[in-house]
Protein backbone atom coordinates (compact mmCIF):
# COMPACT_ATOMS: atom_id res chain seq x y z
CA UNK A 1 0.00 0.00 0.00
CA UNK A 2 1.05 3.26 -0.86
CA UNK A 3 -0.73 5.03 2.08
CA UNK A 4 -1.60 8.55 1.24
CA UNK A 5 0.06 10.17 -1.67
CA UNK A 6 -0.32 13.76 -2.57
CA UNK A 7 1.05 15.65 -6.07
CA UNK A 8 2.79 17.97 -6.60
CA UNK A 9 5.62 17.94 -3.92
CA UNK A 10 6.42 21.56 -4.29
CA UNK A 11 5.17 24.20 -6.24
CA UNK A 12 5.66 27.96 -7.04
CA UNK A 13 2.93 29.97 -8.07
CA UNK A 14 2.41 34.06 -9.22
CA UNK A 15 -0.54 35.79 -7.34
CA UNK A 16 -3.38 34.96 -9.32
CA UNK A 17 -2.67 32.07 -10.73
CA UNK A 18 -4.55 28.90 -9.97
CA UNK A 19 -3.76 25.32 -8.90
CA UNK A 20 -5.12 22.08 -7.83
CA UNK A 21 -3.39 19.99 -5.43
CA UNK A 22 -4.50 15.74 -5.58
CA UNK A 23 -4.90 13.40 -2.60
CA UNK A 24 -4.85 10.20 -3.08
CA UNK A 25 -5.23 7.22 -0.69
CA UNK A 26 -5.58 3.76 -1.36
CA UNK A 27 -6.73 2.41 2.03
CA UNK A 28 -10.15 2.30 1.10
CA UNK A 29 -11.29 5.31 3.79
CA UNK A 30 -14.51 7.11 4.02
CA UNK A 31 -13.08 10.26 5.27
CA UNK A 32 -10.51 12.92 3.72
CA UNK A 33 -8.89 15.92 5.27
CA UNK A 34 -6.97 19.07 3.95
CA UNK A 35 -5.08 20.79 6.23
CA UNK A 36 -2.49 23.86 6.06
CA UNK A 37 0.71 24.55 8.37
CA UNK A 38 2.31 27.22 9.15
CA UNK A 39 5.47 28.42 11.44
CA UNK A 40 3.76 28.90 15.06
CA UNK A 41 -0.15 27.48 13.49
CA UNK A 42 0.25 23.93 14.19
CA UNK A 43 -2.36 22.25 11.39
CA UNK A 44 -5.11 23.69 10.72
CA UNK A 45 -8.42 22.66 8.70
CA UNK A 46 -9.80 23.88 5.24
CA UNK A 47 -12.21 21.27 3.64
CA UNK A 48 -12.64 18.09 4.93
CA UNK A 49 -14.81 14.61 3.09
CA UNK A 50 -17.13 12.69 4.87
CA UNK A 51 -17.23 10.60 1.73
CA UNK A 52 -17.26 10.32 -1.95
CA UNK A 53 -19.77 13.65 -3.55
CA UNK A 54 -19.33 15.21 -0.45
CA UNK A 55 -17.29 18.11 1.08
CA UNK A 56 -17.79 20.12 4.43
CA UNK A 57 -15.61 23.52 4.99
CA UNK A 58 -13.19 23.68 7.90
CA UNK A 59 -11.78 26.20 10.32
CA UNK A 60 -9.91 28.22 7.45
CA UNK A 61 -11.28 27.65 4.08
CA UNK A 62 -11.77 30.63 2.19
CA UNK A 63 -9.94 30.96 -0.97
CA UNK A 64 -10.00 27.25 -1.67
CA UNK A 65 -12.28 24.79 -3.11
CA UNK A 66 -12.43 21.15 -3.09
CA UNK A 67 -14.01 17.99 -4.74
CA UNK A 68 -14.14 14.23 -4.01
CA UNK A 69 -15.97 13.00 -6.80
CA UNK A 70 -14.07 9.68 -6.68
CA UNK A 71 -13.64 8.05 -3.25
CA UNK A 72 -9.74 7.62 -3.14
CA UNK A 73 -9.15 10.98 -4.24
CA UNK A 74 -9.52 14.57 -2.61
CA UNK A 75 -8.43 17.67 -4.76
CA UNK A 76 -7.73 21.12 -3.57
CA UNK A 77 -7.72 24.30 -5.39
CA UNK A 78 -6.66 27.27 -5.54
CA UNK A 79 -8.55 29.54 -7.87
CA UNK A 80 -6.55 32.81 -7.58
CA UNK A 81 -3.71 32.36 -5.39
CA UNK A 82 -2.26 35.19 -2.79
CA UNK A 83 0.66 35.12 -1.33
CA UNK A 84 -1.21 34.43 2.20
CA UNK A 85 -1.58 30.80 0.97
CA UNK A 86 2.43 30.33 1.16
CA UNK A 87 2.31 27.01 3.45
CA UNK A 88 2.78 23.54 3.79
CA UNK A 89 -0.40 21.46 2.52
CA UNK A 90 -1.17 18.57 4.21
CA UNK A 91 -3.98 16.15 3.32
CA UNK A 92 -4.70 12.65 5.36
CA UNK A 93 -7.39 10.12 5.53
CA UNK A 94 -9.06 8.19 8.07
CA UNK A 95 -11.60 5.09 8.44
CA UNK A 96 -15.30 5.44 9.11
CA UNK A 97 -15.62 2.33 10.57
CA UNK A 98 -15.83 1.78 13.97
CA UNK A 99 -12.25 1.62 15.48
CA UNK A 100 -9.25 3.40 15.88
CA UNK A 101 -9.91 6.62 13.30
CA UNK A 102 -6.74 7.07 12.69
CA UNK A 103 -5.59 9.69 10.74
CA UNK A 104 -2.75 8.96 8.04
CA UNK A 105 -0.72 11.68 6.57
CA UNK A 106 0.45 12.72 3.40
CA UNK A 107 4.14 14.09 2.80
CA UNK A 108 3.07 17.29 2.13
CA UNK A 109 3.13 19.95 -0.52
CA UNK A 110 5.34 23.02 -0.59
CA UNK A 111 3.49 26.13 -2.02
CA UNK A 112 5.15 29.22 -2.43
CA UNK A 113 3.04 32.15 -3.99
CA UNK A 114 5.04 35.52 -4.77
CA UNK B 1 -14.84 25.50 21.94
CA UNK B 2 -12.28 22.65 21.80
CA UNK B 3 -8.60 23.17 22.04
CA UNK B 4 -5.27 22.00 22.61
CA UNK B 5 -2.51 23.85 24.29
CA UNK B 6 0.96 22.84 24.28
CA UNK B 7 4.11 24.04 25.72
CA UNK B 8 6.19 26.18 23.60
CA UNK B 9 9.40 25.51 22.44
CA UNK B 10 12.10 24.97 21.00
CA UNK B 11 12.84 22.15 23.82
CA UNK B 12 16.84 21.38 23.54
CA UNK B 13 18.16 18.62 25.39
CA UNK B 14 21.13 16.21 25.70
CA UNK B 15 20.80 12.73 25.05
CA UNK B 16 19.69 10.50 27.35
CA UNK B 17 17.84 13.14 29.06
CA UNK B 18 14.27 12.86 30.38
CA UNK B 19 11.81 14.22 28.14
CA UNK B 20 8.47 16.18 29.49
CA UNK B 21 5.82 17.94 27.02
CA UNK B 22 3.10 19.12 28.24
CA UNK B 23 -0.57 19.35 26.36
CA UNK B 24 -4.08 20.40 27.77
CA UNK B 25 -6.97 20.37 26.19
CA UNK B 26 -10.63 21.72 26.27
CA UNK B 27 -13.18 19.59 24.66
CA UNK B 28 -16.91 18.49 25.51
CA UNK B 29 -17.76 15.33 25.94
CA UNK B 30 -14.93 12.66 25.72
CA UNK B 31 -12.42 13.17 23.56
CA UNK B 32 -9.61 10.80 21.90
CA UNK B 33 -6.25 12.31 22.30
CA UNK B 34 -2.86 11.86 20.46
CA UNK B 35 0.23 12.63 19.83
CA UNK B 36 1.79 13.22 15.87
CA UNK B 37 5.32 13.48 15.53
CA UNK B 38 6.89 14.83 12.07
CA UNK B 39 10.66 14.72 11.14
CA UNK B 40 12.08 17.05 9.08
CA UNK B 41 10.68 17.09 5.86
CA UNK B 42 8.34 14.30 6.20
CA UNK B 43 4.40 14.18 6.77
CA UNK B 44 3.06 13.65 9.92
CA UNK B 45 3.26 10.20 11.96
CA UNK B 46 0.77 8.89 14.39
CA UNK B 47 2.86 8.24 17.81
CA UNK B 48 0.12 7.28 20.11
CA UNK B 49 -2.80 7.48 21.26
CA UNK B 50 -5.44 7.23 24.58
CA UNK B 51 -8.93 6.84 23.53
CA UNK B 52 -10.14 7.34 27.35
CA UNK B 53 -9.61 8.60 30.38
CA UNK B 54 -6.78 7.10 32.43
CA UNK B 55 -5.37 4.91 29.19
CA UNK B 56 -1.98 5.20 28.57
CA UNK B 57 -0.83 5.14 25.16
CA UNK B 58 2.75 4.18 24.50
CA UNK B 59 5.47 3.47 21.24
CA UNK B 60 8.86 3.86 21.01
CA UNK B 61 9.44 4.37 24.64
CA UNK B 62 7.17 7.42 24.40
CA UNK B 63 4.54 7.50 26.79
CA UNK B 64 1.32 10.07 27.79
CA UNK B 65 -1.24 9.22 30.00
CA UNK B 66 -5.20 10.44 29.65
CA UNK B 67 -5.75 12.54 32.62
CA UNK B 68 -9.22 13.87 32.42
CA UNK B 69 -9.11 14.91 36.00
CA UNK B 70 -6.50 17.71 34.89
CA UNK B 71 -7.34 17.72 31.22
CA UNK B 72 -3.95 16.60 30.14
CA UNK B 73 -2.10 14.46 27.86
CA UNK B 74 1.88 14.67 28.55
CA UNK B 75 4.14 13.35 26.91
CA UNK B 76 7.22 11.56 28.30
CA UNK B 77 10.41 9.38 27.59
CA UNK B 78 12.54 8.66 29.77
CA UNK B 79 16.13 8.39 27.60
CA UNK B 80 15.60 10.71 24.20
CA UNK B 81 17.96 10.14 21.53
CA UNK B 82 19.61 12.50 18.84
CA UNK B 83 16.70 10.62 16.38
CA UNK B 84 13.93 12.15 18.57
CA UNK B 85 14.38 15.38 17.22
CA UNK B 86 11.35 16.41 15.83
CA UNK B 87 8.27 18.87 16.31
CA UNK B 88 5.39 16.85 18.73
CA UNK B 89 2.40 17.60 17.93
CA UNK B 90 -0.75 17.07 20.38
CA UNK B 91 -4.52 17.07 19.05
CA UNK B 92 -7.71 15.46 20.04
CA UNK B 93 -10.95 14.37 18.23
CA UNK B 94 -13.76 15.25 20.23
CA UNK B 95 -16.21 13.12 17.53
CA UNK B 96 -15.47 9.97 15.70
CA UNK B 97 -14.28 10.51 12.32
CA UNK B 98 -14.34 14.27 12.78
CA UNK B 99 -11.00 15.91 11.99
CA UNK B 100 -8.36 16.21 14.31
CA UNK B 101 -7.60 19.70 16.38
CA UNK B 102 -3.73 19.93 16.90
CA UNK B 103 -1.95 21.66 19.35
CA UNK B 104 0.89 24.47 17.34
CA UNK B 105 3.60 21.90 17.83
CA UNK B 106 6.89 21.65 19.83
CA UNK B 107 10.41 21.63 18.34
CA UNK B 108 12.54 18.92 20.09
CA UNK B 109 16.43 19.40 19.57
CA UNK B 110 18.24 16.48 21.35
CA UNK B 111 22.07 16.62 20.83
CA UNK B 112 25.04 13.92 21.13
Known amino acids: NAGVTQTPKFRVLKTGQSMTLLCAQD?????MYWYRQDPGMGLRLIHY???????AKGEVPDGYNVSRLKKQNFLLGLESAAPSQTSVYFCASSSGQMGAYEQYFGPGTRLTVT | GNSVTQMEGPVTLSEEAFLTINCTYTATGYPSLFWYVQYPGEGLQLLLK?????DKGSNKGFEATYRKETTSFHLEKGSVQVSDSAVYFCALRYQAGTALIFGKGTTLSVSS
Open chain 2, 50 to 54: ATKAD
Open chain 1, 27 to 31: MNHEY
Open chain 1, 49 to 55: SVGEGTT
